[in-house]
């Protein structure tokens, strides 16, 4: 089974900058497209970015584009969501994904807080 481990999360003023992690115990993990969602209180959760580690591509939502950049380390088993100019609208919990078909894992997700 993998297990996906979050960290970096936080409270920071809004404009302000965040990298969450993602560690994942998998020995395939070049396989395997990982994904940043996030849920805010009473939203439901919607995906922010991915990354697929067998060739690179990436997506954004339309409300990151621009300020959040994927990015990952095979050799560490590490995908990271660098966060900049951070906005009120971007407080939720983040939640790692790695998907390769037909399995999906999720992280137990970490807690990001903009102050305006």
């Known amino acids: 089974e993998v297990q996906l481990v979050e960290s970096g999360g936080g409270l920071v003023q809004a404009g302000g900058s965040l990298r969450l992690s993602c560690a994942a115990s998998?020995?395939?993990?070049?396989?395997?497209?990982i994904g940043w969602f996030r849920q805010a209180p009473g939203k439901e959760r919607e995906g922010v970015s991915c990354?697929?580690?067998?060739?690179?591509?990436?997506y954004y939502a339309d409300s990151v584009k621009g300020r959040f950049t994927i990015s990952s380390d095979n050799a560490k088993n590490t995908v990271y969501l660098q966060m900049n100019s951070l906005k009120p609208e971007d407080t939720a919990v983040y939640y790692c994904?790695?998907?390769?078909?037909?399995?999906?894992?999720w992280g137990q997700g970490t807690q990001v807080t903009v102050s305006s």
């Open positions: 990354i697929s580690n067998s060739d690179g591509s990436t």
């Open positions: 994904n790695a998907f390769l078909s037909p399995f999906n894992y």
């Open positions: 998998v020995f395939t993990f070049v396989d395997y497209a």
